[in-house]
């Protein structure tokens, strides 16, 4: 169950690269198509079919990975921290967790509020941040507690 | 949260140590399960028993239930004794009538040619938009529908005509879907000059989106004034924009001086901003006239999805063309032939229609409604059909668990719609007109705002009414059919009405 936790901890991680590479691949792409003359709204934002670029595939991407991805991740996270036995492991999955719920919060409200989507950038480092240290620190905790004779008796989880 | 991780008092039983995790998580794996199962509908279910009856703090039916069913997804059986319910189906123009324009439309599923472009999509006598529906006011329009090759099956709707329900044409409520060589024939009378449009409600988010639709005009027994009298279509197929199936602009000729009647008509998910480079005026809006409408200039008109404009603008004296922009990408250029001018920029500010025009009598008076509902547009994580996500709420709750809006004909019936959400949602009733009576709690003060497609924007909300004069069982949804299909979908239902008609089923009825 540790190498689940520090599996998932470091999936949270690399998502969160993704998150960043897609959205602004995403952004590209609309500029360099408005540039060309492309219009972008509603109508177009809602309709069905061949997207107007190809880079429309980065920005549906986020929307998937943020919603159902990592949300997913960061509650499996929760779920692995229990079993670890780990000293800190439920507290910085919980933190995870947290941050995922804000991220996205803070993404959806900038549909509304525009600086909220400042924050939503700021808050991705955070959370990546986090979510490397939760995978790092299991290792050493896990270490310190192998020297603890009662923890090596309740070892192999 | 509770604290059993790492380096444990020795005195701390085993089996608590494995038993706490495991609790932990139960306690959250089990009501994500229970949100789960309670978000699936039956494998075949009448829109009857969808979501709860919502009486709006009116009269209560005698009988429990709407018309018949118990509710709450529960399946329930009407009781022995409870009267009979009239059926939609009963909701027919008079049969003895004959009709006064027929049209036979045969529907496909083909790929279209759009800028030379092959798209997979559908059609309507062998084109997208299939042939426009024009009658005059007061006539009853007789259309008979074959399905040649749509595989999922087809409906017509009359978007924004107040038909008999059972002509509504929404598979699963009203008819079954028409499958492959079947057919259907839709009558009703044409009561309101405006316009219109017709579009498939079976599967209706890919199939309407894919150009199964076209234009129905009901001009007015008096005619009209204008010399020039246009429809545009404006329909996005895969990205590329179009009026009346072309990806470009729509020259319409005219003389220096000539007023056109141009009829925009949104068959888009999301709202349309048109805008031209002189004035216009804004006669009609969903098929009900402007009362005494002026000359707007230096502002973009919202055309919300599913909505209509008719707008009249004059070729310019001194022999030049004017543009309409239908959003920047396409447009209708009105003048002689060959004469062209740079797109006009978009205004920065929008025509209020909630000041436009001057008032008018409604015809009812909506200061004593005898029902009163709430359609809070939210948006919430949750699980709609086993799928977990960011779903649409409707009063704070995910579908299938809507309001039923139930009526009583005659009822005067006041709606507060209000939009919680970060997206734009654009209102369709069937069935009926809504009137304006306030946006965000103020109330309008110019011509009579009737709506049959009400374009909602994050944030607001709006007040409005109208007469409970149609009976049957009518849906009102978000005509971002896209949201549609993702559960923003409630009913207006008239007590003692049922419907024989199940969503799913041999059918396959799904309306969305």
């Known amino acids: 169950m540790r190498a689940a936790y520090k599996v998932l901890a470091y999936l949270v991680a690399a998502e969160v690269a993704v998150q960043a590479m897609v959205m602004v691949w995403g952004i590209a792409g609309l500029g360099k198509w408005v540039d060309g003359g492309g219009v972008f709204d509603k109508v177009v934002i809602e309709s069905e079919g061949t997207p107007p670029f190809p880079e429309v595939a980065g920005i549906i991407a986020h929307g998937i990975n943020g919603f159902f991805v990592i949300p997913g991740i960061a509650l499996l996270l929760l779920i692995a921290s229990f079993f670890t036995r780990v000293r800190g492991a439920i507290k910085w999955a919980v933190i995870v967790f947290v941050l995922v719920i804000l991220q996205g919060q803070l993404g959806g409200l900038g549909h509304d509020f525009p600086l909220a989507g400042a924050l939503h950038g700021l808050n991705a480092l955070a959370l990546f941040g986090a979510a490397i240290y939760t995978g790092r620190r299991l290792r050493a905790a896990a270490a310190a507690a192998a020297e603890q004779p009662e923890a090596r008796t309740a070892a192999p989880v | ?512």
């Open chain 2, 1 to 512: 949260m509770t604290r059993h991780s790492g380096r444990r008092p020795p005195g701390t039983p085993r089996p608590l140590r494995i038993a706490l995790p495991i609790v932990a998580t139960v306690a959250i794996v089990a009501p994500l399960a229970w949100l789960w199962q309670d978000s699936w509908v039956p494998a075949v279910y009448s829109v009857m028993d969808m979501g709860h009856p919502d009486y709006g703090a009116g009269a209560v039916p005698d009988t429990s239930g709407g018309g018949g069913h118990g509710g709450h997804m529960q399946g329930q059986m009407p009781d022995h004794d409870m009267p009979t319910p009239r059926l939609v189906t009963d909701m027919i123009a008079d049969p003895a009538r004959p009709a006064d324009i027929r049209v036979d439309l045969v529907t496909r599923q083909q790929m279209l040619t759009v800028a030379g472009r092959s798209i997979a999509g559908f059609s309507v006598n062998g084109t997208s938009p299939g042939p426009q529906i024009l009658a005059r006011q007061g006539q009853l329009v007789e259309v008979h529908l074959r399905n040649e090759s749509v595989a999922d099956g087809v409906t017509l709707h009359w978007h924004g005509v107040d038909v008999p329900n059972a002509m509504d044409g929404v598979a699963g409520v009203t008819q079954d879907a028409v499958p492959v060589g079947g057919e259907f024939t839709y009558r009703f009378v044409a009561k309101q000059a405006g316009t219109y449009w017709y579009h498939s409600h079976q599967v209706s988010n890919p199939q309407v989106a894919g150009g199964l639709l076209g234009s129905l005009v009901v001009t007015p027994k008096s005619g009209i004034v204008q010399q020039v009298d246009v429809t545009a279509v404006a329909h996005t197929y895969g990205g590329m924009r179009t009026i009346n199936g072309k990806a470009e602009d729509f020259r319409v000729p005219a003389r220096a001086g000539q007023r056109v009647r141009i009829r925009v008509t949104n068959t888009d998910n999301g709202p349309m901003k048109i805008w031209t480079g002189g004035s216009y005026r804004l006669l009609a809006l969903d098929g009900t006239d402007v009362h005494q409408p002026t000359d707007v200039s230096d502002r973009s008109l919202t055309v919300t999805a599913g909505g209509r404009a008719d707008l009249e603008v004059t070729a310019p004296s001194d022999g030049t063309a004017v543009r309409v922009q239908l959003s920047k990408a396409t447009a209708v250029i009105i003048g002689p032939p060959g004469v062209d001018v740079p797109v006009p920029p978009q205004p920065a500010s929008e025509l209020d229609l909630l000041a436009y025009g001057t008032p008018a009598p409604l015809g009812f008076d909506p200061a004593h409604p005898t029902r009163r509902f709430e359609y809070r547009i939210g948006r919430r994580p949750g699980f709609v059909k086993g799928r977990p996500g960011l779903w649409w709420s409707i009063n704070g709750r995910l579908f299938p668990h809507v309001p039923m809006y139930v009526v009583r004909e005659g009822d005067v019936v006041v709606m507060h719609i209000e939009n919680q959400t970060g997206e734009v949602h654009p209102m369709h009733l069937h069935g009926h007109h809504e009137v304006v009576l306030a946006r965000n709690g103020v109330a309008a003060s110019g011509s009579p705002w009737w709506v049959d497609s009400l374009n909602v924007p994050p944030g607001e909300s709006y007040d409005i009414a109208f007469m409970a004069n149609n009976p049957g069982i009518w849906m009102d949804h978000c005509h971002n059919l896209k949201h549609a299909a993702q559960g923003m979908i409630a009913h207006l239902m008239y007590e003692g009405l049922d419907t024989p008609y199940r969503i799913a089923g041999p059918a396959d009825n799904q309306p969305e």
